[in-house]
């Protein structure tokens, strides 16, 4: 069968190659891929995967085998994977804890764009409550950035989303944000809860602007730059501020679940940036990485 392998040449970083057919476990189901999901950073960073294993955590399709254990979907299941390993091939042989169920009224193609960008908001964002307080996201217009925003809005929050550019600010104010700048100078307002997927010198803007008791949650480093804070910035008196590291990689059967209910429930959805066939992955990527995409990529497995 086809699937997408790690290259660490110059032709990476991925390339198709001719793979051998998975052999299931007991506990675990085949699933026939419809639809893989692109994430940034699992091909920004390819080359900390071996060289010609099977890439890739997002993707969506049809249980073509029930786990022989009798857990998990049955045979015909639609089914989304969150964040499991080796899912860019035509078959997947997959533990059901890694695994949801794709409900009525939602597309395979959305389901496919949740994973990794959908379970890291929420859980993020479950770390602490958020209702009625103040609350940043920034890289807003990104994967993550886009599902943070509107769990956040679920959840009660006054939410400021933070753009890299004016153009990327698109529809944020619909999803529930109740600002949306590209700039933090003319702020004034201080900030309880803080998603940050950029990283860099705007990382030591925000924490310039985190409230007493505040907490930064780094879930990427979009901006490929150090931070640099100012000298005693990170000394002061009243409740203790934090910056927080993110790598939650357990399964997330649960998660997917929440995620895929609230998209029948029409509050949540997914934001498409470019559709197309997996053989022109390449193209795919050279765009996602030129940031020329609003939103996610998903191509079809044909």
């Known amino acids: 069968m086809r699937a997408l392998v790690v290259d660490h040449s110059e032709a990476g970083p ?3 190659a001719d793979v051998d057919e998975p052999k ?3 506990g675990e189901a085949l699933v026939e891929i419809r639809h893989i999901g692109l994430n940034l ?12 294993a099977v890439h890739g955590h997002d993707a969506a399709g049809v249980v073509v085998r029930a786990a022989a254990d009798g857990s998990g979907p049955p045979e015909g299941t639609r089914v989304a994977l969150g964040m499991a390993p080796y899912a860019w091939a035509e078959r997947v042989a997959v533990s059901p804890e890694w695994l949801g169920t794709v409900p009525e009224g939602v597309e395979s193609a959305d389901a496919a764009a949740l994973g990794v960008a ?3 908001a929420l859980r993020v964002l479950r770390r602490s409550s958020v209702l009625a307080r103040h609350v940043l996201i920034t890289g807003a217009g990104g994967g993550v950035g886009h599902f943070a925003v509107q769990l956040a809005a679920l959840a009660g929050a006054r939410v400021t989303a933070l753009v890299g550019s004016p153009d990327r600010a698109a529809g944020l104010r619909e999803l529930g944000a109740g600002r949306v700048m590209s700039d933090l100078a003319d702020i004034e307002d201080q900030f309880d809860f803080v998603l940050d997927t950029v990283g860099g010198p705007r990382l030591a803007q925000v924490w310039g602007l985190l409230a007493e008791g505040g907490a930064i949650h780094l879930v990427g480093l979009a901006s490929g730059q150090d931070t640099t804070f100012p000298q005693g910035s990170l000394f002061g008196f009243g409740e203790p501020r934090t910056i927080n590291t993110y790598g939650d990689m357990s399964p997330t059967s649960k998660d997917m679940t ?14 498409i940036g470019l559709r ?13 990485f030129a940031r020329k995409v609003h939103g996610k990529i998903v191509l079809n497995v044909t």
């Open 14 to 16: 991925v390339r198709f």
């Open 24 to 26: 299931p476990s007991a």
């Open 41 to 52: 950073g699992e091909l920004k960073y390819a080359e900390q995967w071996p060289a010609g």
């Open 118 to 120: 959908g379970v890291t």
């Open 258 to 271: 929440d995620l895929l209910g609230l998209m029948a429930a029409g509050r949540l959805s997914a934001r």
């Open 276 to 288: 197309g066939d997996w053989k022109a992955v390449d193209d795919a990527i050279g765009a996602l």
